[in-house]
T-cell receptor, first 114, second 109 residues
Framework: DADVTQTPRNRITKTGKRIMLECSQTKGHDRMYWYRQDPGLGLRLIYYSFDVKDINKGEISDGYSVSRQAQAKFSLSLESAIPNQTALYFC?????????????FGAGSRLTVL | DAKTTQPPSMDCAEGRAANLPCNHSTISGNEYVYWYRQIHSQGPQYIIHGLKNNETNEMASLIITEDRKSSTLILPHATLRDTAVYYCIVHSRDDKIIFGKGTRLHILP
């Protein structure tokens, strides 16, 4: 099984629907992240969490919310999906060492909003 | 905004060394340099990181200039499977981790 698992892998929905993307990890990492990727572009940070009681906004948090239900689970919600939220979404985890902080990514969730 | 500048694309012949440059002229003392790559639309994969010394692992070598304002990722013997987008990022341990657009590396047969 993958260390970082994202569900669903693919989702097609309609404008105005509520959508939740889920991320779970077996690495025992404290830190978790959600990124968005649009075609031909790099990754943009949506939200990140350094532990269960910590939630931080990233570069593009408007229109999204997150929930850190447990150390192993970090969910991303779109309360009312819109077409420009069509993108590939990645979850990542990390456990910082002495000075470095290396990310481990999931396989991605492709979301299409019609 | 991303703290690094990379060329949008590069070509390299199969079997040759691929040298991918990255500028990070505003890097601060506690920020590490990290490299990831993304093959097609898969999740990005960690390659290597360093603070000021050159680093090597089974995937690649990282050369950081003495002033730390730039670095080069070296894939010693590129194969077609190394075709990917390569991201160079810099951040400290507790920073937001911001990616740029990376370099699209084409390995030519």
């Amino acid at each position: 099984d993958a260390d970082v698992t994202q569900t669903p892998r693919n989702r097609i929905t309609k404008t105005g629907k509520r959508i939740m993307l889920e991320c779970s990890q077996t690495k025992g990492h404290d830190r978790m992240y959600w990124y968005r990727q649009d075609p031909g572009l790099g990754l943009r940070l949506i939200y990140y969490s350094f532990d269960v009681k910590d939630i931080n906004k990233g570069e593009i948090s408007d229109g999204y919310s997150v929930s850190r239900q447990a150390q192993a689970k970090f969910s991303l919600s779109l309360e009312s999906a819109i077409p420009n939220q069509t993108a590939l979404y990645f979850c990542a985890t990390s456990e910082p060492g002495a000075g470095a902080n290396v990310l481990t990514f999931g396989a991605g969730s492709r979301l299409t909003v019609l | 905004d991303a703290k690094t500048t990379q060329p949008p694309s590069m070509d390299c012949a199969e079997g040759r060394a691929a040298n991918l440059p990255c500028n990070h002229s505003t890097i601060s003392g506690n920020e590490y340099v990290y490299w990831y790559r993304q093959i097609h639309s898969q999740g990005p994969q960690y390659i290597i990181h360093g603070l000021k010394n050159n680093e090597t692992n089974e995937m690649a070598s990282l050369i950081i200039t003495e002033d730390r304002k730039s670095s080069t990722l070296i894939l010693p013997h590129a194969t077609l499977r190394d075709t990917a987008v390569y991201y160079c990022i810099v951040h400290s341990r507790d920073d937001k981790i911001i990616f740029g657009k990376g370099t699209r590396l084409h390995i030519l047969p």
